[in-house]
């Protein structure tokens, strides 16, 4: 449709008026031609934009750019110290780095994009100044504030031997408007447990009192202080959060003493009535003043593990042996 | 950090710990035979690491300096560029700076923390402005020397009280500046560039008289010692030296203790005093006295004044006497000189006039290696002095060599000034060294240096082509020739002809590998420098003409590079402009031409040749001759060339 348009329009500019007259009734008749040509050479004038355009071309003058100079990569000796040419991190740029790059998506067999003006290249982060012998440069410069290794601290055992603790912050460095993050303030402290010494009431205290910051699979303990606005003060806090902790471990309350049964912690054969239970068992028929049988230390275990890490086909199937030994039932 | 410097109590916080959780259970204590010794922290300024990164850094001679952006289309190649660019920067830094101060309520928000003082908006004061003494101090703190008298003004109309000691700090600054707002610190590519018009200005009495400085003088009562010090300092840096001096003996004889800066600062400015040298001399050995007499000890500077005066002596060798005299007694009270003690030394010991001097081997061999900081306004003036005595006293470029050495030790170089004294300085040394310096040795250091650090100035240029004419080193004429284009030296006169005389004198040879090239390098050279006058560019002027032997060399060149058809064309526009152009071609070129158009059988253009050598009275004889054997001529030709030459000659 576009196309007989176009023919038509050309026609329209060529015939004489009365051609011109036939064709716009015709495509009057025809309005899903779609463009309407309404002029008549009587009528309109015609602005004709091609003509005006090109005197106003010829007006402007032709400006000429400037010599530039050729890319000073093609200056650069082969022995150059490529660090003092990249000192530190920018972004690509095809003019100083000697190398032949391509990087870029292209059609099927054609080579990728050379360097210059391409954007792929521009957009990724280079290491171009983290060469390794940039990098020996550096630590031989920074070596002058180094100390060396603490004596006495050789091996891993010993140096967690005398810094059971450890305490973790972070510097944060970045391009804003303010120097302080207030994530800088946080301080982390670990500590494994095997570390203290606790006795079987402390250390069911303290791990009460830790609650979830005590990890029993690693046995490490952690403690995040960050509610104090500098980090000396969280440190401070979170090294008396441990030392508080520790020591209130230690003290027995009165109220501690109404710890019921329902209280405890876990299971234990020796306090339970399943203890009684089972002895009764084993005792049925026995005259009183006899010696009592005891319940063996297999069948006390089962138990407990069986109510201490719930049920499951081991613990289950365990439990069945030992109450059968008990019992004197064969199991057929 | 906090933290790391806590590590050693870290360890006995925690073993005390573990102590008590051991006593408690009264097991065995820690066994303590293996003792730890953790090794102190090295003290460090918040600076240091930066600093020992940066020293790992070293100097890339194909980079521009860092200021300029690292492009090539940015990257400025002629001197006028490099202040251009640079300038540039900085007026839109100016300009930055201009809206914030003139909008100043839409830049209220302060996010920095710790807040930037230098981002929040000046504070503008008026007739209401409310002012107590503590504007006041800040302001002459923060050296704002218009805000500091407008509120000192302010201050007085408000009959507020103002301590004698804020007044002479105020005294103090304004002496210091002359009562004239500075230049801000932060336009550092300003100072870099201005200090060629400074230089022009020095030595004028530039002290504004009865202003403000000496009103406030006069309000200080009673007088003290550091009013009158402030005062005659101010005067004596300004060069008002009568009345300095006047004003120190009115202090010297109402029995003020003053300091040795000001005794200085007189003795800098006795030579405005007093007429000849011996006057001179006595006047300084008499402050020197008064000075002794205080119980005062002198420094540096005051060395330095001492030579200074004695530098303007006219007598060479009561100057050299006082000058040894001087630096003797002050080795004595172990003053160590600084770089501004031997410039002065070096303006003494070699004038233009004067005998030859080797001071400089001498003082060479003192600092040698050794880095410097800046301790006296004169110390920049040293790097740039010794080169000019080494160019042009010693013409010694094994001194040049050492100086350049001492240049580059340690931050040595930022006592080299500004860019004036940095193109004095390398100026100096490449025509030392291209007059001394073979020329493969030279060009290696052109090539470290040249165009980033320094641009040869069109003088330069020439004595390096100098240099290269008489090496024959016509090999790099291609390498020089792009730069004097890059440079904008083209249009000089003097450059192109040498050049052409150079590429005319030195054909290549073809034996030399390194010449393989050269004939097509030197037809492009040829054809840029024709099309360059010919049709010069839209914006610069017509400032190069042709002359006859310049265009006559154009000429020979394309013919020898065998570019036939340019030729021509070269020779049709001498053929045109006969007229316009001064002087005609040698004969030789010519020659060269009409054998050219031989070769590609060209009768017409050889013809045409012939005319123009007869129209300008040269001898046709032999190129007539030459056409004649040369082509087999039609009638039409040979008419032609009877009608040139005569008839007689055909017939021979």
Known sequence: MASLTRLLERNLRNSSTAAGRRLYSQTQEEPAAGTKHEFDDEEFRVLNLRAAKQTDQQKRRVFKKEAALPPRHLKMATDQDWTAVWPGPRTFQPSSVPLPLRQGYT???????????????????????????????????????????????????????????????????????????????????????????????????????????????????????????????NYDYAMYLLTACYHESFVTEPWEQNKSEADMEYYSFERNKSKQTAEAIINWGIPTDAAKLEVSQDFAQTVELLINEGENEYNLGRYKEEVLKLLSVRNE | MYLTRRL??????????????????????????????????????????????????????????????????????????????????????????????EHRDLFKHQEAQPSIEAFAPQMVFTEESDVNADTLQNLIRHSQITDAITVYNLMKQKGIEITNDTKQQLLELICFYNNEEPLPEEWIEERWFKANADARERNRKTWKDGELAEQLFGEIEPKTA????????????????????ALLQEATEKQFELDTQTFNAVISVSNFLKETADQRWELCRDLLQQMAHQHLRPNLSTLNALLEVVSTFGNFKFARSSALKVLAEFKQLEIEPSLGTYYYLLIIFCRERGPVSHIIVDILNEIKGREFTIQHPKDTYFFATAMDVCRNHLHDKSLAKKIDELLHTGNNYDLIGDTYKESVYYRHYFALLCQTEPIDEFMKIYDLLVPNVYIPEPGIMEEILKAVEMNGAVELMPRLWSDMVIFDHISRESLVTRTLQI???????EDIPSHQSIPDQVGKI???????????????????????????????????????????????????????????????????????????????????????????????????????????LNEVHLSKLKSLVGENFVSK
């Not at chain 1, 005398?162 to 391009?175: G, L, M, Q, R």
């Not at chain 2, 590429?503 to 040879?509: F, G, M, Q, T, Y």
Request: glycine content about 4%; proline content about 7%.
């Open chain 1, 107 to 233: 059609e099927k067999g054609a080579a990728p994009p050379s360097k210059f003006v391409n954007a792929e290249l521009m957009k990724i982060p280079n290491f171009l100044h983290l060469t390794p012998p940039a990098i020996r440069q550096q630590c031989e410069a920074l070596k002058k504030f180094c100390t060396p290794w603490p004596k006495g601290l050789e091996s891993v055992e010993k140096w967690e031997k005398h810094f059971p603790i450890e305490v973790k912050s972070t510097d944060y460095c970045h391009a804003l408007p303010t120097i302080r993050n207030p994530d800088a303030r946080r301080v982390t402290l670990n500590i494994k447990l095997s570390d203290l010494k606790f006795d079987a009431h402390a250390k069911d205290k303290f791990l009460r009192l830790v609650g979830d910051r005590y990890n029993p699979n690693t046995g490490i303990l952690t403690i995040v202080a960050d509610r104090c606005p500098l980090r000396k003060q």
């Open chain 2, 503 to 509: 590429l005319v004198d030195n054909p290549a040879h």
């Open chain 2, 8 to 101: 050693p109590r870290l360890c006995t916080g925690t073993s005390q710990l573990l102590a008590t959780s051991c006593g408690r259970f009264n097991s065995k204590v820690a066994a303590s035979e293996d003792r730890i010794e953790i090794p102190n922290r090295v003290q460090r300024s918040p600076t240091d690491i930066l600093n020992a990164l940066a020293s790992t850094v070293g100097r890339d001679p194909t980079a521009p300096h860092y200021k300029y952006h690292d492009d090539p289309y940015l990257i400025p190649m002629s001197n006028v560029g490099k202040r251009t660019f640079a300038m540039a920067q900085e007026a839109g830094r100016k300009a930055a700076k201009f809206i914030k101060e």
């Open chain 2, 226 to 245: 550091q009013s009158y010090a402030a005062l005659i300092r101010g005067m004596s840096k300004y060069f008002q030296a009568e009345r300095a001096y």
């Open chain 2, 526 to 632: 040829a054809l840029d420098i024709y099309k360059k006058i010919a049709e010069p560019e839209g914006r610069r002027p017509k400032d190069l003409q042709f002359t006859g032997k310049m265009i006559g060399d154009i000429l020979m060149l394309l013919v020898r590079s065998g570019d036939f058809e340019k030729a021509s064309e070269v020779f049709t526009h001498i053929d045109k402009n006969q007229h316009r152009i001064p002087g005609t071609p040698s004969e030789k070129c010519l020659q060269e031409y009409v054998d050219s158009c031989i070769e590609n059988k060209a009768p017409t253009k050889a013809l045409t040749c012939l005319q123009y050598v007869v129209e300008n009275n040269m001898d046709s004889q032999p190129m007539a001759e030459r056409i004649n054997a040369g082509f087999t």
